[in-house]
């Protein structure tokens, strides 16, 4: 008799994030340092979205070279090519294949509720073109392509996996069950950073004022520097409360680094002022995200690893989709591809 696989199956994650410059710390601890936890437990495919990037105006030499660092940047931050599938979105036709069959099966109205598009449109008034529109439908392709059970993700991110999960069960009523309905997978602290000069807006590569935004590959004297100036409140006392929005992001950030919980936090800094809290911050920032600083140093250096991580992840990525867009396509009425 054959032996069985007991083994249960794991569990698929599927994420991605735009290559338009240096991940934020928003994007690393609302979403990517899930990303390599997960890895341990689950089959993780993750990918640079660059699709997705050109829905405002990129000018093409600096993305492509904003895609190599950004996968750079995705395996510094400690996504293992031979662990995980890792790929640059564009490199596998499917997704946007896949977005527009789906997009057939998307209502006009859904993605005029975005909040996402409203805000966008208002921010890049002169190019308010389709893809920005459909962008949530591309974003469905990806995470539904690969059947995937969970993704990982920040808060800002939830209405586009709604929509998702509406679609996938739409398609799923009309054609018969074809795709998995994905839950999200969101931290327990930090789904949503907040800007450190203006907390109550979320912490954004397009935040007006460049002290308002970390990134991850700061160094240290620019990381303590925007720590110091961070808008607070006139309380003196470090307690997670509502009305102290600085506060109360500075102490999720500095949770989210060191594994201290509020209570711990407040007891830490009890009689301190809010000055020694920053350095504390900053200093712990910083030292949680120089591995990563050190390890991009060393990988941006090496193209062809890079080169070589891409073309292999491009190609798994591809052989798992294929068998699902042949479905999917069988299933809409097309006569069978080559
Ligand atoms: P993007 O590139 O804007 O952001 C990448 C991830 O970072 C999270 N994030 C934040 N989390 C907490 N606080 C913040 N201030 C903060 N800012 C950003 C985002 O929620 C996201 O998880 N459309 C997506 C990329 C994408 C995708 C996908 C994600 C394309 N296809 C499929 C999941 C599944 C985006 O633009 O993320």
Known sequence: MEAQNTQPKKQRIFSAIQPTGVFTLGNYIGAVRNWDTLQEEYECIYAIADLHAI??????AELRKNTMQAFALMLACGMDPKRSITFVQ??????AELSWVLSCSTMFGELSRMTQFKDKSQRHADNINAGLFTYPVLMAADILAYNADLVPIGADQKQHL????????????????????????????????????????????????ANGCVYILDDKDTILRKFKRAVTDSDTEVCYKEGKDGINNLMTIYGAVTGKTMDEITAEFAGKGYGDFKIAVGEAV??????????FARLIADKAYLTECMTNGAQQAYHLTSKLIRKVYRRVGFIDRL
Do not use: C, W
Request: proline share 9%; net charge negative; aromatic share 8%.
């Open 55 to 60: 829905t405002v105006m990129q000018e093409p």
């Open 90 to 95: 564009s490199q596998n036709p499917h997704h």
């Open 162 to 209: 709604e929509l998702a999960r509406n679609i996938a069960q739409r398609f799923n009523q009309r054609f018969g069950e074809t795709f998995t309905v994905p839950d999200g997978y969101f931290p327990k602290q930090g789904a949503r950073l907040m800007s450190l000069q203006d907390p109550t807006k979320k912490m954004s590569k397009s935040d007006e004022n």
């Open 286 to 295: 910083a030292d949680h995200l120089e591995p990563v600083r050190s390890e």
